[in-house]
């Protein structure tokens, strides 16, 4: 099995930025990294498996960064570079003016694990209480962030249940409040929304939204795309290690060449009219057509009518014909 031997090998140096004695520090940049390098070793310190490999990487103050990339991609270990719960291999990462082994800077830092392992026979107040210990918070201000953050994440009615009976959903919920439990400047996600249902993971989304516009940078990485697509305002496409692609999500999504219209109330009798516009302006491929919703829109709409009407079916949406595949009733029934 490997392990971490790579620890003791290489000490990181200081850095550009460090926020000591440096006129180069800028407080806009939240995190650093150049040429940050991982290799896991094996017990016999022998080259095991090249997790990052020279990642170069500003993170600024008050966006949320996405890393991005499949199962084994190298996300989880730069998280934990950043918190110094790694050593690199090679480079280094400065993290708030800090350098990232410097595990005194975490006190000004937000984690939430890919899984969260929580003492199981506290409920919620306690266990958020016992992290605000931690980190000495004095207990009124400790009561008071207890309550608020409950309140945040949504787990008020639970807030007196044991973690042992709480749902994948409310366990992710519980992480990110006790995450969030020393008011930290930087909050890193791993995998926020796995495990969650539509519902839960657009909460999640709002959760990690509402804290950008309360000023904090955020830094969480996935694989599901459209999580990050919904919540980032750039991320870092990595792949086996390296870094593939990076910048900001509008722009990498962004199809060049082509011309998106869209009008509400058009009646059918304008369409004509407006694709011989468009083909004596020169376009080609014209399409003029009803947008599609996406389906995390979808049911989400379909869930919350059915909260307000249980039991019956929820009419359509989108106004589209969903079921013009079922074959008619037969009338002789
Ligand atoms: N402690 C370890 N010892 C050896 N190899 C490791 C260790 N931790 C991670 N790795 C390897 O490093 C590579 C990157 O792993 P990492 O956990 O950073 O990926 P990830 O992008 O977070 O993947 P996932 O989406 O599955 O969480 C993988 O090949 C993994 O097997
Ligand atoms: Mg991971």
């Not at 070793?41 to 170069?56: E, P, S, T």
Request: charged content about 30%; some cysteine; glycine content about 8%.
């Amino acid at each position: 099995m490997a392990t971490d031997t790579s620890a003791t090998s290489q000490s990181p140096q200081p850095t550009g930025r460090l926020e000591q004695s440096n006129p180069d520090y800028d407080p806009n940049i939240v995190i650093e990294a150049q040429n940050l390098t991982k290799v896991y070793r094996d017990f016999w310190g022998r080259q095991k498996v090249r997790a990052l490999n020279a990642l170069d990487l500003e993170v600024r103050k008050g966006e949320i960064f996405g890393l991005l990339g499949p199962n084994g991609s190298g996300k989880s270990t730069t998280i934990k570079l950043l918190l110094g719960l790694l050593f690199p291999t090679g480079g280094r990462a400065i993290v708030l003016g800090k350098n990232a082994t410097d595990v005194a800077k975490n006190e000004r830092v937000g984690y939430l694990p890919e899984e969260s392992y929580l003492y199981k026979f506290l409920n919620a107040e306690e266990t958020l209480d016992f992290y605000g210990r931690l980190f000495d918070i004095p207990a009124k201000i400790r009561k008071e962030r207890v309550q608020e953050l409950i309140q945040l994440v949504g787990l008020e009615k639970a807030k007196r249940r044991q973690l042992r009976e709480y749902s994948k959903g409310m366990t992710r919920r519980i992480g990110l409040a006790q995450a969030l439990i020393n008011d930290p400047e930087l909050i890193l996600l791993d995998e926020p929304t796995s495990g969650l249902d539509p519902l839960g993971t657009r909460d999640m989304k709002d959760m990690i939204l509402k804290l950008r516009d309360q000023g904090k940078t955020i830094v969480m990485c996935s694989h599901l795309l459209a999580d990050v697509e919904d919540v980032c305002d750039r991320i870092a496409i990595l792949f086996q290690g390296d870094l593939k692609e990076m910048g900001r999500v509008d722009s990498l999504l962004k199809v060049s060449g082509e011309t998106q219209i869209k009008a509400e109330n058009l009646p059918e009798s304008a369409h004509e009219e407006i694709r011989q516009i468009i083909a004596k302006h020169g376009g080609k491929n014209i399409v003029v057509d009803n947008p599609r919703t996406t389906l995390e829109d979808l049911f989400l709409n379909i869930v919350r009518e059915s909260e307000q009407r249980p039991g019956m079916r929820p009419t359509s949406t989108t106004g589209g014909d969903a079921d013009s595949a079922t074959p008619p009733a037969d009338p002789s029934n």
